[in-house]
């Protein structure tokens, strides 16, 4: 084992600007999901479970957090002598730098990197999916099949076909054709975005892509299909199981409501597969006499004296007397005053909800911060660090963000 | 940060026993305050003083606490340098079998050599405080003491106190009782002590060459005559566990907002073994109130005035009352629970009613199906 | 990579017994081949078999074993979940000296039950060589045996080879002679075997039944009537350690470009404990040849057929000829060593002559001044 | 200590020109010097045993070397769970992104960094000098003097003052006036480029400074001249001992030198305070019979089989039978074959040195490598991964480096 069988990289290099205020400090791979968990959480923990010690993640925005998040990798068991976790962004070569421009162009310029290694095979991960996946079994499908890359693959309701890549194959898994969004699919399997290629290969095909001045450098528009298009045999990984991209607003919540509604589907409790994640070094959660808890996750540090129903709470989250949450995810360090009620909100970290606030979806009409490009449903997003003028009311579909103080808004604090 | 000072812990203490949750551990390794183990708190008072080199002696029933310990990660003690050094007595002949001995403080002088810090802070494990020793130390330096020792002023408060100070006004202790039956100050030995590493080397060399192969804090103290012993307050909240009683009376102190708030929020935070639970989830028509529940709990039943450790499960229509649940332990449908311990890993069957009172709680052991 | 086995070392061997060196240390901790303890080896071939869960079992003076080991991070094998455990007898009453009882199988057990491969890999620490088991499990899993056993053709080679296979055409064992005072067959156990993980805890749990309480490779092999056993020759280089005698001609062998090159440079590196000496110096006027030298000497006399540790000092006018020196002794001014074995932290004073035999080695214990 | 008493943060980001070819793939912090170590080592290692845990090292030209030499902080005892190793390029934030544009812009794209860790002092450091020295010391001094920063410096000879920033202190150790490189100094207290400052002091002064179109944002030529001519308190703390900058190569050439002729000035040997590097995990160096080694350090895996004298040869370096190295510098896995002789070379990673080739200072005349800009003395470099026709011949002062095969280079290699 002198070489490394097989190194993991993950693209976290995109803004998420989809995710709004909730990626404004922070790269979308490090926004906290399920009560204790960063979305990161799962794609580390399924490298770390599958037995793959060399992961390097490529970032590119606002990489800090993530960066001190990950830190040595020690919460992962990444904190490998040989291996481990790497920080990946773009940088300065002689004579000339560049950001990354696109999936493949990213994983590119990370060839040096991946080189030190001497891997055979190279698993290109997204950062942003909830699941869990042996990436091992998939290896061991890409080997037995003498594939030359192997894609994972999940079916999708038909009805969905056209927000995917599509993957067309024969009886025995191998890839025909491939579809990015087609409007009538030939056949319902998605692809996830989880590739394993033998390194060789995919080395010739990123040098190829980079001279391709039409090539917009993704993995899925470009090196998939010249893959196909030369005849190389590309297998479908047929995965089943929970999986859901969390890069919109309603589906990070969807996401979230689905640790209560379908707890099994996920599974955090499998003690074969754990979920790793950073601890924040917090007392167990106290449950006051006033309190009224239900259908509702929390984790260490929450100090509970109002009611909480249907909710995801994470760490170090207080909510006072008197004070009512519903549907809602609430960020670490989040207080909400007494006599506040929230529905369906989102609330960053440390975010503080003043006395008698009213917000979420049961409050109609519109305000400064109504934002109806990115939010739906009634969902209310609160940016981190804001306290919330006592009595104010926010009608859903908003996105609170700091400007300057106003009725909504007291003033912002460092987080 | 820079603190010249090293951390030794006393894992177990032979006066000092929890019944049948001490019969598979160490003092040190038994579980408090729902996701910790006792020892805990006084590692962690270590690491946040700045100490990066703490031994624990560990005589006997080691196994939990070095499953417990581990490479001292949690503590950010798995140094180059060894951070954290389990010291189990060593054993150097061929066989234990063919009458080797047991040699404990050869071990002890070991670490003290490789690792060359000037004052070293021994403590007992049997308290429970949140704070630093930094002011500790540099206040034993200006006193010209050849040891401190730490207390407070809870002699009137437990029926067996341990050791009571006689101090005179300039801080010296002049008097040391044992367990006396009627106490004669109010001041109260922490069992933590600091003391010059090049001192305490030549004390225990005098002990090993005398013959003398206990270790322990109480030793120290008694030599208050020969010795300049200097006496320090500690006047903020502090725990005891010396018997099944005080061990049920602190967990019940943790649900006070005081007591809470000084040993867990006030900045300096208590490192454990990192599990990885799930977070908990409640289910629709739970009922918790006043109480403390650790990761990875289901709660769909009743519990009030309790302490729930990590990864338990409460059935519907299960009620706990003034009790400590263990980890990973299970309660099923319709359990009447009230001044009840748990230990790990028990099983209680449906419709099972156990009922202590509150200065003697039922104490089940680990791993019980009941 | 993704290797479905762990790996059990025993660090002792109740028939090996290498005088002086064995003193202060087990088996596995003897110092060997300039910057290393015999067990890393064995630690090595695991690791670089991809496996991330190792135990050790030690029964007595463990100490140098623990202090090598540390929290395993030079084998990569600080793990969040205890890649490497070192299985000390764990006295399970309240003192040893009160009568307390040594269970060393409980502890095993339930390293086995907390480490859930498939196979495992247990093998004796007195056997040198750089290998994989990949290939060896994957041949075990085919051959449906109970257990295999590595062995090579050394048989002949020595005078106390341990145990003897016999073996039928197709590698099944159908006999086991220990010791045998004119040997039937060269095929020599390596004292490795493989072994399904749920088979050895059966196994072991029996034993335990049984009162039986001496786990050893032997002990398996002796059972080749009732248990299938599987034969698998092992054709590379390969070192046994059984003496002092084959401990010197072993480390002698290393100087031969074949040994070195198999053992150091066929792409698998052996881990240690990394020291972080400096730079080994050498002055103007030394003479070196046919030697190996470890990091942080200071080499000005002369040096040939020989091996030094770490740190070693050998100073102006000093001869040293087939001999061992080991880490941080220091060899002064005109002083002639041939054919020797110098233990750790040694102070050979000036002038001192020392001369042995090749098949009788001087043999100087740790720490002496001569 | 739930605050991080004080941060470290290594400026690794220049392109360190003057080392030619040996900064070719590779920051000028991650080259090989003194037998075992990189040069970063001597800064990190003088962190972990000043007993300062949080790291960050400031790079932004080829830190892929370093990022990965660096990897867990383990060999420095730097992978804390709080603190740590933490590589820093720039990064982009929202809207803009910025490339470093001096020693003090480069901390100040990093503010966000430092104050995740809310220290009350920040150490600057540079990455690329030889010395050992206790920061806690330093430390000591300077909350003991109130200063607002603190500067070390050393005694330099009065003839070579006009290379440095010099220090005009009273008696009491303040400074009173800084010079940058003056031609006619007061004083021979040279600035080692390593800094304490009070954090918010710090803070103030480096968005002030960014806000300043005439800056060269650097330390030394503009946020220590502000800070005294506003009247702060900057205190010199003095430093003795072994001190050398390895900018250039002549520089780095005698400095390792030093190792052999002045082993007790930097006295690696010093169990006290160890140099650590990372491990190549080698067997101890055999010494043949053939061979004749005098007045040289060498380490793990070196196979010495001919003469070798007054040269500083890195692990796993061959000299086969009859080759003679003289003066000269062998990093990691150079071969030198039977029959060359080298004088006064540096040789990077893993070159191999053909049969009877001769170079180095004893050599006259000038060829394609000749480079007189970056060399004199004779000193001849050659660069990584490449293999040296037998029988050439190359002066003194070249820099040997690929353009494509010739008459000195047979061909080049991955190393």
Chains 1, 4 share one sequence.
């Not at chain 1, 890359?149 to 599509?166: D, H, M, Q, Y």
Request: aromatic fraction near 8%; hydrophobic fraction near 40%.
């Amino acid at each position: 084992m002198a070489r490394t069988e097989i190194v993991a990289l993950i693209l976290a290099g995109g803004q998420g600007s989809r995710l709004g205020v909730l990626t404004k400090y922070l790269a979308k791979p490090a926004v906290p999901f399920g009560s204790r968990y960063r979305i990161v959480d799962f794609t580390l923990s399924n490298c770390s479970n599958s037995g793959i010690e060399t992961v390097g993640v490529l970032t590119q925005y606002q990489p800090l957090a993530l960066n001190t998040y990950i830190g040595n990798g020690h919460p992962w068991d990444l904190d490998r002598n040989k291996g481990g976790t790497y920080i990946l962004p773009p940088y300065q070569k002689t004579g000339h730098s560049d950001w990354y421009k696109g999936t493949a162009n990213a994983i590119y310029q990370n060839i040096e990197f991946i080189e030190d290694w001497d891997p055979r095979y190279v698993l290109i991960l997204s950062g942003d999916h909830i699941y869990k996946m042996d990436y091992a079994k998939m290896l061991e499908t890409h080997i037995r099949q003498k594939a030359d890359a192997t894609i994972a693959v999940l079916e999708v309701p038909w009805s969905e076909t056209s927000r995917f890549g599509i993957m067309n194959t024969d009886k025995q898994g191998r890839i025909t054709t491939f579809e990015e969004k087609p409007k009538q699919a030939k056949s319902n399997l998605a692809s996830m975005g989880v590739y394993i290629f033998n390194w060789p290969v995919l080395r010739a095909e990123l040098s190829c892509d980079e001279e391709d001045k039409d090539s917009d450098h993704d993995f899925g528009k470009d090196i998939i299909p010249k893959m196909l298009q030369v005849g190389m045999n590309l297998q479908a990984y047929r995965f089943s199981g929970y999986w859901k991209d969390v890069g919109t607003i309603s589906s990070l919540w969807e996401a979230n409501m689905d640790i209560l509604d379908r707890p099994h589907d996920i599974n955090l409790r499998d003690r074969d597969w754990r979920i790793y994640s950073r601890n924040p070094v917090k007392p167990s959660h106290f449950i006051a006499d006033s309190a009224e808890v239900s259908n509702s996750a929390m984790t260490d540090g929450c100090n509970i004296f109002g009611t909480v129903d249907h909710s995801v709470l994470f760490n170090s989250v207080t909510i006072e007397k008197g004070a009512v949450v519903r549907d809602s995810v609430l960020m670490p360090g989040v207080t909400v005053a007494s006599g506040a009620v929230l529905n369906k909100c989102i609330v960053s970290f440390a975010t503080v909800i003043g006395q008698d606030v009213r917000a979420g979806a049961d409050i109609t009409g519109r305000c400064q911060y109504t934002n109806e490009h990115l939010l739906s449903g009634g969902i209310t997003v609160f940016e981190r660090g804001l306290k919330i003028r006592d009595k104010a009311v926010i009608p859903g579909n908003s996105m609170v963000t700091y400007n300057e103080p106003d009725e909504i808004i007291e003033t912002r604090f460092r987080v | 940060m820079f603190i010249n000072a090293m951390g030794l812990i006393l894992a177990d203490h032979k006066r000092i026993q929890l019944g049948e949750l001490s019969r598979p551990r160490a003092l040190a390794a038994i579980p408090f305050a729902g996701r910790y183990r006792i020892i805990d708190f006084m590692l962690s008072n270590m690491v946040n003083s700045g100490m990066t080199s703490v031994g624990v002696i560990a005589l006997h029933k080691y196994k939990s606490l070095m499953d417990h310990l581990g490479t001292g990660s949690s503590w950010d003690l798995d140094r180059k340098n060894k951070g954290l050094s389990l010291l189990p007595p060593y054993i150097n002949s061929v066989n234990i079998n063919d009458g080797g001995e047991i040699d404990d403080l050869s071990g002890l002088l070991d670490f003290f050599r490789a690792n060359r810090r000037r004052y070293v802070v021994i403590a007992n494990s049997n308290v429970v405080f949140n704070a630093t020793f930094n002011d500790f130390v540099a206040r034993h330096e200006e006193s010209g003491a050849d040891i401190s020792v730490l207390y407070n002023r809870d002699g009137m408060k437990y029926g067996s106190p341990g050791a009571i100070l006689g101090v005179d006004r300039k801080g010296w202790v002049k008097d040391v009782l044992f367990n006396p039956p009627k106490p004669v100050s109010s001041r109260c030995s922490m069992g933590v002590i600091i003391i010059e590493r090049e001192r305490l080397l030549d004390l225990v060399n005098e002990d090993v060459a005398r013959g003398e192969h206990d270790f322990s804090v109480e030793n120290f103290l008694r030599r208050y005559v020969e010795l300049k012993i200097f006496a320090m307050e500690y006047k903020e909240v502090l725990l005891r566990i010396n018997s099944i009683q005080t061990y049920f009376s602190s967990t019940m102190d943790l649900l006070d907002e005081r007591t809470r708030q000084d040993l867990f929020w006030s900045g300096l935070p208590v490192f454990t073994k990192v599990k990885d639970e799930a977070p908990t989830l409640y289910g629709s028509k739970n009922r918790a109130e006043n109480s403390l529940i650790s990761d990875g709990c289901l709660i769909n039943g009743a519990v009030s005035n309790s302490m729930l450790f990590r990864g338990v499960t409460v059935s519907a229509h299960a009620t706990i009352k003034n009790s400590i649940i263990m980890q990973d332990t299970y309660i099923s449908e319709g359990v009447v629970l009230e001044n009840v311990i748990l230990d790990k890993n028990c099983v209680i069957r449906p419709g099972i009613k156990l009922v202590g009172q509150k200065e003697f709680p039922v104490v089940i052991g680990k791993g019980a199906i009941v």
